[in-house]
């Protein structure tokens, strides 16, 4: 017990000093037995498994290696489930579903139903938030019974809770609500009291959805009170602002407001900024309904600055997160000035051996022969390591351009947008309050018209940088929206899809309607055309974008060599998804552009 708490005063203290850490942690243990060593690792993974990726996998990797000596592959299990959990949390999706398939295998092998069975409900969790229906569900069930087999009633209930979230996402609530009260009858039995909160506080939610506002309420205060009993703050400040969107619907607004205000408090105390800047747009929205302009400009204001504070933060996290990259760069620039200096004076030996060498001609001309051979294998291996780091850098960029692109967006949405709003709101507080005034003047008027059109404008920006279907529906939601956008009297749009019945991967999705997004402003600048027809096709394991045009063409050759911006553009892209673009058009007869993608790679 004590080289337990021992290990775990390492884990705090050394946390963010690099590989110093794991290579103390592992000299701290390393007297135990191997056995003792791998669950001292296990509990130190699953402290840190959702905040410091890069040494959970050292760990990870330590357990795995402790597993294969001991011949045990539920410790080994334990290491991929733990690896998987901290790859998810850092965006590392692949890698995710690998370790968790391993883990599965692994549990299998030590026959442990329990193990396989937490393991698919993280798989469940995971292809829940994949958008993955069929894949989350089958998981999630399959769970249940391998639990139910090895009598783990914890994983049992955890299963249905995790089975009702799924119903109520689909806005299935009834069956939710039965999944919900399942699990609640098991974590009663077993005595788990935060189990019991939170499937209160989700049929609360579904209850609240059917209109059941009291039975909501009931839920929510239950899941509340056992919440501060537990001295659990986060989840009771997320209960107050539950609470007080049920009053808000059922038109109680004092009941809501009271609820907001504690809700504040509690958030104010424990830090919970997010939470508290939600609070804060909520009370400023019961205001406005009632036209209480004063009130509800003042927590707007205050949701901004908070808003703001919060990104500044962010901001500031990104900073030091670039700062270590920059570091790191630098170091790698002196090991490859040392490099090249070590060249230099290998160059500068081999010169003085040539030069006592000369007189054996024979000996010289085979030395020659054979430094020409190492010169040209180097020169082949700098010309891949070219070719790779050029492929990394157009990688880079698209994937910069894409988060900055989405970061501006919500800048202005959360930023310009809601200042105008703000402005806005205010003018109309002074419209009720002067309404002659206010009437009789043009000025005011024409100001009012342009905070309008300004905000619109931002709101319209905000939404070609990253449309909102694109997020949240995916690519054929967003080019549905895109041909709804562009279809007019000038320019009739049709649209073909075929295969696409489920979502692709993130990037193919993103980067393929950004080339889409791009051809489409090729065609309304240039082509004159007066119909386009866009085809998505997913066959097997491609997917397909044929969009034509009925314009006036061009000379494909002549414009592939003067190059422009946005052809340059499309193809980067399109070779970032390891993809071929062909140009099909002459002048006077329209265009048509096939973009082939394969989806393995």
Same mark, same amino acid.
């Given at each position: 017990?004590?080289?337990?708490?021992?290990?775990?005063?390492?884990?705090?203290?050394?946390?963010?000093?690099?590989?110093?850490?794991?290579?103390?942690?592992?000299?701290?243990?390393?007297?135990?037995?191997? /056995?003792?060593?791998?669950?001292?690792?296990?509990?130190?993974?699953?402290?840190?498994?959702?905040?410091?990726?890069?040494?959970?996998?050292?760990?990870?990797?330590?357990?795995?290696?402790?597993?294969?000596?001991?011949?045990?592959?539920?410790?080994?299990?334990? &290491?991929?489930?733990?690896? !998987?959990?901290?790859?998810?949390?850092?965006?590392?999706?692949?890698?995710?579903?690998?370790?968790?398939?391993?883990?599965?295998?692994?549990?299998?092998?030590?026959?442990?139903?329990?193990?396989?069975?937490?393991?698919?409900?993280?798989? &469940?969790?995971?292809?829940?938030?994949?958008?993955?229906?069929?894949?989350?569900?089958?998981?999630?069930?399959?769970?249940?019974?391998?639990?139910?087999?090895?009598?783990?009633?914890?994983?049992?209930?955890?299963?249905?809770?995790?089975? !009702?979230?799924?119903?109520?996402?689909? &806005?299935?609530?009834?069956?939710?609500?039965?999944?919900?009260?399942?699990?609640?009858?098991? *974590?009663?039995?077993?005595?788990?009291?935060?189990?019991?909160?939170?499937?209160?506080?989700?049929?609360?939610?579904?209850?609240?959805?059917?209109?059941?506002?009291?039975?909501?309420?009931?839920?929510?205060?239950?899941?509340?009170?056992?919440?501060?009993?537990?001295?659990?703050?986060?989840?009771?400040?997320?209960?107050?602002?539950?609470?007080?969107?049920?009053?808000?619907?059922?038109?109680?607004?004092?009941?809501?407001?009271?609820?907001?205000?504690?809700?504040?408090?509690?958030?104010?105390?424990?830090?919970?900024?997010?939470?508290?800047?939600?609070? *804060?747009?909520?009370?400023?929205?019961? *205001?406005?309904?009632?036209?209480?302009?004063?009130?509800?400009?003042?927590?707007?204001?205050?949701?901004?600055?908070?808003?703001?504070?919060?990104?500044?933060?962010?901001?500031?996290?990104?900073?030091?997160?670039?700062?270590?990259?920059?570091?790191?760069?630098?170091?790698?620039?002196?090991?490859?000035?040392?490099?090249? /200096?070590?060249?230099?004076?290998?160059?500068?030996?081999?010169?003085?051996?040539?030069?006592?060498?000369?007189?054996?001609?024979?000996?010289?001309?085979?030395?020659?022969?054979?430094?020409?051979?190492?010169?040209?294998?180097?020169?082949?291996?700098? /010309?891949?390591?070219?070719?790779?780091?050029?492929?990394?850098?157009?990688?880079?960029?698209?994937?910069?351009?894409?988060?900055?692109?989405?970061?501006?967006?919500? /800048?202005?949405?959360?930023?310009?947008?809601?200042?105008?709003?703000?402005?806005?709101?205010?003018?109309?507080?002074?419209?009720?309050?002067?309404?002659?005034?206010?009437?009789?003047?043009?000025?005011?008027?024409?100001?009012?018209?342009?905070?309008?059109?300004?905000?619109?404008?931002?709101?319209?920006?905000?939404?070609?940088?990253?449309?909102?279907?694109?997020?949240?529906?995916?690519?054929?939601?967003?080019?549905?929206?895109?041909?709804?956008?562009?279809?007019?009297?000038?320019?009739?749009?049709?649209?073909?899809?075929?295969?696409?019945?489920?979502?692709?991967?993130?990037?193919?999705?993103?980067?393929?309607?950004?080339?889409?997004?791009?051809?489409?402003?090729?065609?309304?600048?240039?082509?004159?055309?007066?119909?386009?027809?866009?085809?998505?096709?997913?066959?097997?394991?491609?997917?397909?974008?044929?969009?034509?045009?009925?314009?006036?063409?061009?000379?494909?050759?002549?414009?592939?060599?003067?190059?422009?911006?946005?052809?340059?553009?499309?193809?980067?892209?399109?070779?970032?998804?390891?993809?071929?673009?062909?140009?099909?058009?002459?002048?006077?007869?329209?265009?048509?552009?096939?973009?082939?993608?394969?989806?393995?790679?």
């Amino acid at each position: 017990m004590r080289s337990i708490t021992l290990c775990l005063l390492l884990l705090s203290a050394q946390l963010l000093k690099g590989s110093a850490f794991t290579d103390s942690l592992f000299q701290s243990i390393k007297k135990n037995s191997a /056995d003792s060593q791998a669950n001292q690792l296990i509990r130190i993974a699953t402290k840190i498994q959702n905040k410091d990726y890069s040494h959970c996998v050292v760990i990870c990797q330590r357990i795995d290696s402790l597993g294969i000596a001991l011949k045990k592959p539920g410790i080994q299990a334990e &290491g991929f489930l733990l690896k !998987g959990l901290t790859s998810y949390f850092a965006g590392e999706y692949d890698q995710t579903l690998n370790c968790f398939l391993k883990a599965t295998q692994l549990f299998e092998l030590a026959q442990d139903p329990s193990g396989r069975a937490r393991v698919l409900n993280e798989m &469940g969790i995971f292809y829940l938030k994949q958008k993955n229906d069929s894949l989350a569900i089958q998981s999630l069930r399959e769970s249940f019974e391998l639990a139910s087999v090895a009598k783990n009633q914890g994983v049992m209930a955890t299963s249905l809770n995790n089975q !009702g979230i799924f119903f109520q996402d689909a &806005g299935k609530h009834l069956e939710a609500i039965q999944f919900f009260k399942q699990a609640q009858e098991i *974590y009663k039995e077993i005595g788990d009291t935060i189990g019991i909160s939170y499937t209160m506080d989700y049929q609360s939610v579904s209850m609240a959805h059917l209109d059941k506002l009291k039975e909501a309420k009931e839920l929510q205060q239950g899941a509340y009170a056992l919440r501060i009993r537990l001295k659990d703050s986060n989840a009771a400040a997320i209960s107050l602002i539950n609470l007080a969107e049920f009053e808000m619907q059922d038109h109680n607004i004092t009941a809501c407001r009271n609820y907001l205000s504690q809700c504040i408090e509690m958030s104010t105390q424990i830090k919970y900024k997010d939470l508290q800047a939600a609070c *804060y747009k909520l009370m400023s929205e019961t *205001y406005r309904d009632e036209k209480n302009y004063a009130e509800a400009y003042k927590y707007q204001i205050k949701y901004t600055e908070l808003n703001e504070e919060i990104f500044n933060e962010k901001r500031s996290k990104q900073i030091n997160e670039l700062q270590t990259k920059y570091e790191t760069e630098k170091r790698l620039r002196q090991i490859d000035q040392l490099k090249q /200096d070590n060249e230099r004076k290998e160059q500068k030996n081999r010169n003085l051996l040539f030069l006592l060498g000369g007189s054996i001609v024979a000996v010289t001309l085979l030395g020659l022969a054979y430094h020409n051979h190492v010169k040209r294998k180097k020169q082949m291996e700098m /010309d891949a390591a070219i070719i790779r780091e050029k492929e990394a850098g157009n990688k880079a960029i698209i994937e910069a351009e894409e988060k900055e692109r989405i970061r501006i967006a919500r /800048d202005l949405h959360d930023g310009v947008a809601q200042t105008m709003t703000a402005a806005k709101m205010q003018l109309e507080y002074f419209n009720d309050s002067n309404q002659e005034l206010f009437q009789s003047s043009d000025n005011l008027k024409t100001i009012f018209s342009l905070i309008t059109d300004a905000a619109n404008e931002v709101r319209s920006v905000s939404h070609s940088m990253i449309p909102n279907a694109l997020l949240k529906s995916g690519l054929v939601a967003a080019v549905r929206d895109l041909v709804q956008r562009t279809d007019n009297a000038r320019l009739k749009m049709n649209l073909i899809i075929h295969g696409l019945n489920e979502r692709m991967h993130e990037n193919i999705e993103s980067v393929s309607f950004r080339v889409l997004q791009e051809l489409m402003n090729n065609i309304m600048k240039h082509a004159q055309a007066t119909e386009v027809t866009i085809q998505l096709i997913r066959e097997g394991a491609e997917f397909t974008i044929m969009i034509e045009d009925n314009g006036k063409g061009f000379d494909v050759q002549k414009i592939k060599k003067e190059g422009g911006i946005g052809l340059k553009n499309i193809e980067s892209r399109v070779a970032y998804l390891n993809g071929r673009i062909d140009y099909d058009s002459q002048p006077g007869r329209g265009t048509t552009v096939t973009v082939d993608i394969p989806l393995e790679s």
